[in-house]
Each structure stands twice: as C-alpha cells, then as structure tokens.
C-alpha cells in the first residue's frame, strides 16, 4: 500500500483525533486556560511520536510552550524542511451563539465544527498525518523534516522570538512551510504573498474617582464613556482615512503592478457581504475593497468597556472607559512607530475633563512579503495546481502572524503558506468549522510537497 | 417618657434593624433578586405592623411590590399625610471596590456601610420609627399617616403609574413627604425645589453577522464599535453643547431671579472636584457648574458594551455595539419628545455600513418643580430650620425621582422632600454610607413635622 492508500484507509481515524484535539480548550488568551494549552502541547508531542516522528518534546518558553519534533534521515544531498502550525485557539465567547458547545466538536455536513477545528488544530494535524502516512508505508520521507508547533499564535506569539534565537540549530531548514493558512476555494488554491503586521493596544480613559450618580453628576463633570467615544471617533476621518499624525509615513505605496494583480483576482462584493452578513463594504477612500483588505493598513476597535452593561438601567457616569483597538500593518510599517503615533495623537486630542494611558498590549508582527523567484515559493505552487487542478492565485492576506517575520529574522528563511482552511470558516467567530475534504486533500498535499522537494 | 426619650432609649435596635434590612440584597434591576426585593418587603410590612401602623399590606404590582400601611384615628379635622419611600437599591457592582461587602453592612466611624444604607433604607426607615415614638409613648399621632413604600424606584418606578391610578382611595392624602431625600450637609438643611426628569435608552449598532476576524475583514466592513463611537460624540459638540436637533426645544430658559436663588448657594468647585475624584468641571458652555448640575438637562453615557472585554487581546471585528444613555430633563422636556429627538438623530446621521436601533428602556420622570407659596414645602423648611438651627437653602437637584411626578399626576398632590441622606454618601457607587447622626436627627424632624402639621 503506498501512501496515499494508508491516508484513505486510516481517515475516520484521523478525524477521530481531530476530534479529541479540538476538546481540548486551549485558549492562549484567558488566563484560566493555561492548564489546556499545556495539555494541548502534551497532545501534540504524543501524535508525533506516534506517527513516527523522533526527539518530539515540549519545550518551554516564557509563556505558553512550543512542542517540537524531527525526522532527519533523508541524507545530507536532500533539503531540510520545517514544518509549523499552531495548537492554541482562540476565546469561543459567546457561547451562546455557537449552534453546538465550541469545545464539544461535531461532525455535521461533511465538516468538523468546534472552536479550533480550522485554526489551526486541523490545519497542523494535516502534515503530521502525511508523515506518518510515509513513514509507515515507505519506510522514510523524502526530505529532512522538523516540525515546530506553538501555544501562543493566538495572542500574537510574544514569547517566540527569543525561542527560536535560542533555537537556530534545532530549527535550520532550507525552507519553512506554514501549515496555518487559507486556501482561496475549495476548488481553487492560491499563495499568499502577504501578511500584515500588528499592533495591539489599549486606551483607557479616566474620569471621577468611582461610578457617579448620573444625575447628581452629569453635567458637572466630564464622562470618560463619552470622551472615550470622541477620541475614538477622532481617529478616522468620516470617510475612513485615519487621521493618526503620522500613521500611513512608512506606507509603500501600491504600484500599477500591485494594484492589477490584485484585480486580476474575481471579487465579488455582493457574495463578499453575503460571507459576512455586513450591509456595506466601506472604508478608506480611494481603494477598492480588496485593496483595502489585502494591501492598506487598519485600525479597527476590538472591544469596548463601560459603566453598567447587565440588564436595565443603572443611571451611572462611569469612573473609566476601554477601548481595545489593533491596527494592521503594510511594508515597511512598524508597530512601535505606528503605536508611538496613536498614542500621541489619543493624548494631544484628549477632551477635557478627563485623563487617559495609552498601553501596548501583547502581541506584534511586522508585515510579511514573499520575495520574487523564491524556490518554496514556486514548488508549493507547483503542487497546488497539481492537486487542484488549478494554477493558484497569488494573494494577500488581511491577517497578521507573527510567527513569520519571527522565522525571517532569526532563521532568515520566508516561510510559505501551505493550509487548507478557508475563510469563510468562522475564523475568531461562533460555529467555526473546517470541512473534511480540505483535511484529506491537505494531507496529499502535504505528501506530494515531500516528494516534490525530495526529486 | 415623651417621643424623644423613646427614640434615644432604642436607638441601639434601630440600627441593628437598619443593619438587618441592608442585609437583603434587594437590587430591582437585576431578575436573580426579584426575591430578595419580596423579602424587602415583606421585612418593611411586618416593620410598620410592629411600629404600630396598620393594615401593613404588601400589595402587587407587574413588577416589584408595593407595601402601604396607615394609621388614621387623629380625627377628620386633622390633614392626612402621605410618606414616601424606597426599599429597592441600586446593584452594587463592581464588588472589589467595596471596603466591605455592599449586603454584609458594618458601623465604623459613627456610618452604616453598605449598599442602600443610604438610598433609601436608612431614610425610609426614619418616619416608621418616628411614628413608633409617638404611638408608643403618647398612643396617638398629631395627623393621619399613611405609608407608601415601593421596590423599584431604582429602575424608575415603572410599574408605580398604574398602580397608584387605581389605589388613589388607599393614598389619598392633604400633603405628601418623601423620605428619600438629600439634605445640604450634616449641618445645613435644605429644600429640594426641583428634580430632573429622565429618560434612558440604548443605542444598538450592529455591522457583520456574528464577530469577524478584525485582520481578514478589517478596512473592508464597517466596524460597529467604531461607528458607535461617532455616533456617541455626534451627539454633543466639543464644547459640550448637545446637538441632537431638538433636545433643547422644550427647555424653559433659567431666569435671571432663578440664576440668583442658584449662586446664592456657596459653591466650591475645587471640593466639588475632591468629592467626585474628576480632574475638572466641564459641561455645557454659558452656564455655571452648578446650573448645569441643577437646571440644565444632560445626555450621559451609562455603559458601552462590544466586542472583546476580556485579558489581552482578541482581534476581533465585533459584530455589534450598545451604548446605554440616560438624559436627565428640566421642565418642560418630556421624557417622549426627547427620546424621539435622539432616536431621529442617531437613525441620520448613522455612519455607512452598520444599520442600528435606539430603544427606550424602562423608567422615565417627567422634570419636577415645587409650587410657589406650598404649604407642605413651608412646614417642612420651618421644621428644618428648628432642628438644625439653620434656614434651609433653596436648592434642586440632578437627580429623577420618578414617583414625585407619578403622586402629581394621580393624585394632584407636589410631595416635597424629607429625606436626610448626603450626596458624599456614595449614592449608586461602592462604599456607600449612612450617617447615624442623620439617622438620629431624621426621627427628631419627623416627629416635630407631624406635630407642626397637626397643631
């Protein structure tokens, strides 16, 4: 039986254990988590052994910890691949929109669905299995494997940097393929040539000591929930342009080039705001949605926070007001500049009557861009049309993940995207879910991507 | 032993029962206390049953009870007064701020502790025990009492109206005296001449169908937080002024006679800064701090609630925002036309690509404002100036009291406040507080009240 005969055979087993792996909430943001992501790890280290890959281990590191694992006997004359994904999720509230528990996972329609299942539990389960598939037929891969798996993505990676600088020798590949990453269509595979940076931060708007009477204080006083409101609402121009001193300075812009291969791309906003359930596609003017989406940097709010948010009316004027925000980044932005200047402009267009701190919150990434005539790059491109039967797009991606301009900077190798999700997937939302036929077809993927890069 | 000798003999078990009644967590804005506001009542008719007032009945509403109880034998040619009061609180978060726990009360330094020792089951308190004075020492009382206690004044009485329009036999009265009311300070009484009206509504904006991810939808939809935030500060100018088209078209504007009354009250603003904790007074251009406070209307944030509120980041696209606001109205808004004012501006001037609802929440006041020349407001402020030695000023106040405009429609009647709480009492915040020395004082006012109103 060859490989892929092994892939057919094992699939409801394979499923199975996706299954046990998306029961474990590993949430990286919420603190009472910690236990899960660790067991998640545990989790990760056991099926790689199983499926014969060696020297699997969980490592630690400041926060949550990275699990890795080799198999390096495919000769000296043959490249080195590191393979990485990511095994924790995101927070699933609120609960109670999700159709069935986020962390008690079904299989419905041809889909698994539970908080995880597409980001990116079943993602880097996917080379783990065309592994295993390899060994256990062949006997050996055609290529020098590591695999490298983190507890951290979610949050935006913080403690991997000096990781993997402490790690070069147990991570050196001539290449790097990310197993978190979007394919354009079930029937259409693409390469993502871009990602954004990230900045994360908070503004915290302070008024009166405590909550306040509202009425035995309104009006005398400033209220920080309204004033937080202002200085939001001051970050954009009516029009969407952000109006941050400073904050596009280190923006590239896009060339005729970029700007028409990216509108070679179909787009269809009709379907755009069907996918999302938005009235609208608005935003910064003089770009088209896409552009916006792929190829201008963001500020969008996360999160507010307030007085008195349960049932009824409580008549407060509230000591303090939160705002979360992070913005997207584009080459040759960098988070610390583009924070510097939010910040400084939160606190020049204060109101008056109240105070505010402006603070970064974990989590940053540079902007990524693939290179021209990049050799990963091609030869995973190669294999998409192969199995697709379709040339890829050549894309950009809205998201931001660290963990790529991480692998840059101290291995000095770009990673390429090769992930089997999709978009419409309830990615960070309720009901997220990955369909089944991605997973099997990921798994050939992944094999034919061995055999490719061992020829 | 006259009333006064009986009042300081059991001033002990007076404040061991007002501990008793702080103990029930009888908070009408959340429903997991429905039961506790039952017990309140319950506790406030078997209160009045042992002060020696009669057919204490607790008596149904929609929502929260009702408790009434009289006492009438002081003869046909003697008035009836109506006293007033409330046994509901405010909710008593956020818990970790309290020095000690809000329904476990304490004494230090001469206070009650804990929440609604101060608003209003301190002051509710006094007239029964007033009225346990009198009946038994001299057996009798100067006028004929009734008793009207409600359980949801602090969500604005919204079940009072009907209930009052059909028991206006059980209430009718010559005079009616709040007991949940404010005096200047410790040493210095006043008259509250005037009470805000009230109106609370929410504003909801939504943008995509369920949360989206803020890196691969972020710059291509709305973002409803945002848009919030512009709808928010849409509705006042930077210098403070509201700019909902409308809202000020019903005010009356302050006289230069009224504007007189007002500055003759001492005001401190850098004490008015120490109280509240606020690093300035801001408000409304063109009028004092205390004129805005006093007899200007107001539109106050209460919470913001989206997205993301917990540790660290989510980068989240929310799917939804709410902002809670309450307008505190002087004569003659109407609750009606200015929620219909604000609801009108928001709906047009709504930023693309969200869609939103403004709904008006439970409780409304119509503004307040007590007669020239009211013979019930003369006794009163004659009786204050007897026990505390001082003339009361002449004052209004921020706040609404919903039921002084209810007992005015129904029953023709202006109460007028006597209440003995202070506004550093920490009213709807933690840490509230009582002072037993008020406590004490109160019961002296209301003997002497009904006394003079009897004499």
């Given at each position: 039986m060859?490989?892929?005969?092994?892939?057919?055979?094992?699939?409801?087993?394979?499923?199975a254990e996706?299954?046990?792996?998306?029961?474990?909430?590993?949430?990286?943001a919420?603190p009472?988590?910690?236990?899960?992501?660790?067991?998640?790890?545990?989790?990760?280290?056991?099926?790689?052994?199983?499926?014969?890959?060696?020297?699997?281990?969980?490592?630690?590191?400041?926060g949550?910890p990275?699990?890795?694992?080799?198999?390096?006997?495919?000769?000296?004359?043959?490249p080195?691949?590191?393979?990485?994904?990511?095994?924790?999720?995101?927070?699933?509230?609120?609960?109670?929109?999700?159709?069935?528990?986020?962390?008690?996972?079904?299989?419905?329609?041809?889909?698994?669905?539970?908080?995880?299942?597409?980001?990116?539990?079943?993602?880097?389960?996917?080379?783990?299995?065309?592994?295993?598939?390899?060994?256990?037929?062949?006997?050996?891969?055609?290529?020098n494997?590591?695999?490298?798996f983190?507890?951290?993505?979610?949050?935006?990676?913080?403690?991997?940097?000096?990781f993997?600088?402490?790690?070069?020798?147990?991570?050196?590949?001539?290449?790097?393929?990310?197993?978190?990453?979007?394919?354009?269509?079930?029937?259409?595979?693409?390469?993502v040539?871009?990602?954004?940076?990230?900045?994360?931060?908070?503004?915290?708007?302070q008024?009166?000591?405590?909550?306040q009477?509202?009425?035995?204080?309104?009006?005398?006083?400033?209220?920080?929930?309204?004033?937080?409101?202002?200085?939001?609402?001051?970050?954009?121009?009516?029009?969407?342009?952000?109006?941050?001193?400073?904050?596009?300075?280190?923006?590239l812009?896009?060339?005729?080039?970029?700007?028409?291969?990216?509108?070679?791309?179909?787009?269809?906003?009709?379907?755009?705001?069907?996918?999302?359930?938005?009235?609208?596609?608005?935003?910064?003017?003089?770009?088209?949605?896409?552009?916006r989406?792929?190829?201008?940097?963001t500020?969008?709010?996360?999160?507010?926070t307030?007085?008195?948010?349960?049932?009824?009316?409580?008549?407060?004027l509230p000591?303090?007001?939160?705002?979360?925000i992070?913005?997207?980044?584009?080459a040759?932005?960098t988070?610390?500049?583009?924070f510097?200047?939010?910040?400084?402009?939160?606190?020049?267009?204060?109101?008056?009557?109240?105070?505010?701190?402006?603070?970064?919150?974990?989590?940053?990434?540079?902007?990524f861009?693939?290179?021209a005539?990049?050799?990963?790059?091609?030869?995973?491109?190669?294999?998409l049309?192969?199995?697709?039967?379709?040339?890829?797009?050549?894309?950009?991606?809205?998201?931001?993940?660290?963990?790529m301009?991480?692998?840059?900077?101290?291995?000095?190798?770009?990673?390429?995207?090769?992930?089997?999700?999709?978009?419409?997937?309830?990615l960070?939302?309720?009901?997220?879910?990955?369909?089944?036929?991605?997973?099997?077809?990921?798994q050939?993927?992944?094999?034919?991507?061995?055999?490719?890069?061992?020829?």
């Amino acid at each position: 039986m060859d490989w892929q005969g092994y892939l057919d055979r094992e699939q409801p087993r394979f499923v199975a254990e996706l299954l046990d792996f998306v029961r474990i909430p590993s949430v990286s943001a919420k603190p009472e988590n910690i236990g899960d992501v660790r067991r998640a790890a545990d989790w990760v280290a056991a099926r790689l052994t199983a499926a014969g890959a060696e020297h699997a281990e969980v490592l630690p590191t400041a926060g949550h910890p990275v699990v890795c694992a080799d198999w390096l006997h495919a000769g000296a004359d043959r490249p080195t691949i590191l393979i990485y994904g990511h095994f924790d999720v995101q927070p699933a509230e609120p609960f109670d929109l999700w159709s069935s528990p986020p962390f008690e996972p079904q299989v419905r329609d041809g889909r698994v669905w539970g908080r995880g299942a597409s980001d990116d539990k079943g993602g880097m389960l996917i080379p783990i299995l065309a592994v295993e598939a390899m060994l256990r037929t062949a006997g050996r891969l055609p290529v020098n494997v590591r695999f490298f798996f983190e507890g951290q993505e979610e949050i935006g990676s913080p403690d991997l940097p000096p990781f993997v600088s402490a790690n070069t020798d147990r991570l050196k590949a001539d290449m790097i393929f990310s197993a978190d990453g979007l394919q354009w269509a079930p029937d259409q595979p693409q390469i993502v040539e871009g990602l954004k940076g990230l900045v994360s931060l908070e503004i915290r708007v302070q008024g009166p000591r405590s909550d306040q009477h509202s009425g035995l204080h309104g009006g005398g006083i400033a209220n920080p929930a309204m004033a937080l409101a202002q200085v939001l609402a001051g970050l954009k121009a009516a029009d969407g342009r952000i109006t941050v001193a400073g904050f596009y300075d280190d923006v590239l812009p896009l060339s005729e080039a970029d700007r028409a291969a990216i509108a070679r791309v179909p787009y269809d906003e009709a379907a755009y705001l069907a996918e999302t359930g938005a009235p609208a596609a608005v935003g910064e003017p003089g770009y088209s949605t896409r552009e916006r989406l792929w190829a201008r940097p963001t500020l969008e709010v996360n999160g507010l926070t307030s007085g008195w948010q349960g049932a009824g009316t409580k008549t407060v004027l509230p000591a303090e007001a939160r705002a979360k925000i992070t913005c997207r980044l584009v080459a040759a932005q960098t988070p610390e500049r583009v924070f510097d200047a939010i910040r400084a402009h939160v606190l020049a267009h204060l109101p008056p009557g109240v105070t505010a701190e402006v603070v970064q919150n974990p989590g940053r990434a540079d902007p990524f861009l693939l290179p021209a005539g990049h050799n990963a790059t091609a030869a995973a491109a190669e294999v998409l049309a192969q199995v697709y039967g379709r040339a890829p797009y050549r894309t950009r991606l809205g998201g931001s993940i660290p963990v790529m301009t991480t692998l840059l900077e101290h291995l000095g190798v770009h990673a390429v995207m090769f992930g089997f999700s999709h978009d419409d997937e309830n990615l960070h939302a309720p009901d997220e879910f990955f369909r089944l036929d991605a997973f099997r077809l990921g798994q050939t993927a992944y094999g034919r991507l061995l055999e490719r890069l061992g020829a």
